[in-house]
């Protein structure tokens, strides 16, 4: 059984809050600070006592965030991620398209299919009302120069949601082939060997940089995939995690995000792919992240349907294993804490 925590406001004491635990009942005066133990079940069950927030027990919600279709880079229709959603017992799905790049290519939504996924959206969220709660949101690319997830652009979309990624360390101007950091090897090949003279260190500097400048820049919900340029490093490949330059590139966006307040994914898009055994961040960056009280939810970056709570079970158990003791997720249309 998960814990239930609610929060409730005495409707005859408004200078009152009761905190309530399942069966420890912990009561507080907001102006002495003193507390107590009562029982405030039948206040509850006679609609004296209303939450202030909901409360949500952390083994019956299923959530996931971060979700592709078959109108960018997925396989499957959204509907289809709705139906595998609800059969598996989900809260809510949320669903994040890769915004349009202002250049041709083959992952993103397009200028034209941009309106027709976000009214799919809606209308599907409509729909399923009464059986699952749907969000619509956009995975927008960070590229300095040419666009930011807090772009006016985008606020103009009326979205519930933004992921804030970086796939590339080229900009749109000096490289109009766009490299992404986790294209097949030969892209890959030539990302590093083209625009960073052959240096994987070179790499790792200018794309954490970028995922400081975005957490700096803000105007999204959450950082997608932290740690995207390890997708190629399967039994390190091309460098080990452990090279002290490394710990200094990923530490330094790691702080940019501490201040920031924005929220970080575990994410297990690689996993469910085939490309890695383990999730972004790496477990060594979950331990920083924790060290610096950065907020994480787990997302699936699901491409399909079956996909949508990958590796979920093993990732919680992760963040538990490094301290952390929630999640956050969007529910009601709120972001809230969950307990792991
Ligand atoms: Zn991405
Ligand atoms: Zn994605």
Not at 33 to 60: A, C, Q
Not at 169 to 190: H, I, K, M, R, W
């Amino acid at each position: 059984m998960g814990l239930h925590v609610g929060v409730f406001r005495q409707e005859n004491r408004p200078d009152c809050r009761t905190v309530f635990p399942l069966l420890f009942i912990l009561r507080f005066d907001v102006q002495t600070g003193k507390g107590w133990f009562t029982d405030i079940r039948h206040w509850v069950e006679m609609g004296s006592l209303r939450p202030l927030k909901k409360s949500y027990s952390n083994d019956v919600i299923k959530t996931n965030y971060h979700t592709h279709n078959d109108l960018c880079d997925g396989q499957g229709s959204i509907l289809e991620y709705i139906e595998t959603a609800v059969a598996k017992d989900f809260t809510a799905l949320g669903f994040s398209s890769h915004a349009p790049l202002p250049l041709a290519n083959e992952w993103t939504l397009s200028d034209e299919k941009l309106p027709i996924y976000l009214a799919e959206v809606d209308r599907q969220k409509e729909r399923w009302a009464n059986r699952i709660q749907i969000y619509k949101g956009l995975e927008i690319d960070y590229i300095p120069g040419s666009q930011t997830p807090g772009d006016e652009r985008w606020k103009a979309l009326n979205l519930d949601f933004i992921v804030g990624s970086v796939h590339t360390t080229t900009g749109l101007d000096e490289n109009p082939s766009y490299f992404c950091v986790d294209g097949p090897e030969d892209e890959f090949q030539a990302l590093i060997h083209e625009i960073h003279g052959g240096s994987f260190e070179n790499l790792s500097e200018v794309y954490f940089q970028r995922v400081a400048e975005l957490a700096g820049l803000g105007g999204f919900s959450f950082l997608g995939h932290f740690d995207l340029i390890k997708k190629r490093n399967r039994d390190e490949a091309y460098f080990s995690e452990k090279e002290p330059w490394y710990h200094r590139h990923v530490l330094r966006a790691l702080d940019a995000v501490e201040g920031s307040g924005i929220i970080m994914e575990v994410n297990s898009g690689a996993i469910s792919r085939g490309a890695l055994d383990v999730v972004y961040p790496s477990p060594w960056i979950l331990a920083e992240a924790k060290k610096r009280n950065i907020p994480v939810m787990v997302n699936a970056d699901a491409h399909r349907p079956q996909d949508i709570d990958c590796h979920f079970d093993e990732s919680r158990e992760l963040l538990r294993d490094v301290g952390y003791s929630e999640i956050w997720a969007l529910l009601d249309g709120d972001w809230t804490a969950l307990p792991i």
